[in-house]
């Protein structure tokens, strides 16, 4: 299983920046999703995650109503819709898939990890 996130980059604050999770895993939908990231010197923290079939997502505080997560089954392809970044927002951006069914936060719970992109997020 392999998870290649892409899409990060440097934005200006108030922009707008949408990341791609390509997984390849032979059966995608048997895996929810996640997105999560790591600011320099923090702790890696959920921003998102997506159930098995993309019906139920739940985002951190911190991004709600900013940040959209969504995936696209047919293409093995999870999401991340930033808007109204904020240079706190700046941070190593990471997928992780988890084999089941709901939702979790919980880091230990993925089973596979992505090698993350980083988005900078200028003010």
């Known amino acids: 299983v392999q998870l290649q996130a892409f899409g990060g980059g440097l934005v200006q604050a108030g922009g707008s920046l949408r990341l791609s999770c390509a997984a390849s895993?032979?059966?995608?939908?048997?895996?929810?999703m996640g997105w999560f990231r790591q600011a320099p010197g923090k702790a890696r923290d959920v921003v998102a995650v997506i159930s098995r079939g993309g019906g139920l997502t739940n985002c951190a505080d911190s991004v709600k109503g900013r940040f959209t997560i969504s995936r696209e089954n047919a293409r093995n392809t999870v999401y991340l819709q930033m808007n109204s970044l904020k240079p706190e927002d700046t941070a190593v951006y990471y997928c992780?898939?988890?084999?089941?069914?709901?939702?979790?936060?919980?880091?230990?719970?993925?089973?596979?990890w992505g090698q993350g992109t980083l988005v900078t997020v200028s003010s």
């Open positions: 992780a898939a988890r084999l089941g069914t709901g939702l979790s936060d919980a880091e230990y719970d993925y089973n596979y």
């Open positions: 895993i032979r059966t995608f939908t048997n895996y929810a």
